[in-house]
């Protein structure tokens, strides 16, 4: 099986690309963030054309997150059990047969300190109780997405000169690590040690040129699926296209059919 998860930064613009990867690629699950489309605005037919089930949850011009799938899923989940109908629309859930796989947006936070930040950090501990009560460790689940954290020096391109700032914080670092220890595996670093190694380049300053940019996407696995990953890897072709997304897609691949 092979799952994969992007921030396309708009669907209405990407679609061409998402659907030119897809159809190169052939993930068997792909995990979309920032749609930035209410659902009633989803291109679900375009998507199904090319062999995929797709489930979404989305709003106008922010947030938003879908998850594509050669199989039906079991069951759908859009939201927190709790959630509010002005919440924002950050969390989609599927179980793929024995597979659970959790796709998510984590707010950016803004700037330390500020209500954002303190809304991301709340943000975090809900989806950490989420997964503690509806999940066992040694279930088959995948965490996903966007995690608008860089969780180790390694991910940054310059760790010194952003020290403590958004995406980089000891709070946010810890926030995350709490949501790791209930049990789950970064399944890239199983493959890949090297520092320097990106998943989002900043539009400005050529920042892709200059390799200046942060892992922020991931896929985290509990620690049964983590042992049959076998490959992990960031895509960064689709980020030299033209009017790209500013993330690349991040991929892993596991002996597991679903």
């Not at 199989?71 to 950050?90: H, W, Y």
Request: hydrophobic share 40%; net charge negative.
């Amino acid at each position: 099986m092979q799952l994969a998860t992007w921030n396309v930064n708009s669907l209405n613009v990407r679609l061409p690309h998402v659907l030119d990867w897809i159809g190169k690629q052939k993930p068997d699950v792909l995990c979309i963030q920032e749609t930035k489309l209410t659902d009633d605005k989803f291109p679900k037919e375009a998507i199904e054309s090319t062999g995929y089930h797709c489930e979404f949850f989305g709003e106008k011009a922010y947030n938003g997150v879908a998850i594509l799938s050669r199989t039906t899923p079991d069951q759908v989940q859009k939201g927190f059990l709790d959630a509010q109908d002005t919440d924002s629309k950050r969390m989609l859930a599927v179980q793929l047969g024995p597979l659970k796989v959790i796709n998510v947006y984590i707010p950016n936070g803004q700037e330390v300190g500020c209500s954002k930040y303190i809304y991301k950090l709340d943000w975090i501990e809900k989806l950490r109780r989420y997964i503690s009560e509806q999940h066992q460790t040694n279930e088959l689940v995948i965490v996903c997405g966007d995690f608008n954290i860089a969780t180790e020096d390694r991910d940054v391109y310059d760790p010194e000169a952003l020290a403590g700032q958004i995406l980089l914080s000891d709070e946010e670092r810890a926030a995350l690590e709490s949501l790791r220890q209930w049990g789950f595996v970064d399944t890239f670093r199983l493959h890949h040690a090297d520092a320097g190694l990106y998943s989002w380049w900043d539009y400005r300053m050529m920042a892709f040129r200059r390799k200046m940019g942060m892992r922020i996407d991931h896929i985290w696995a509990s620690e049964p699926l983590a042992s049959i990953c076998t490959h992990a890897w960031i895509d960064i072709e689709p980020r030299k296209l033209e009017k790209p997304s500013d993330h690349a897609p991040v991929i892993a691949e596991f002996s597991l059919e679903v």
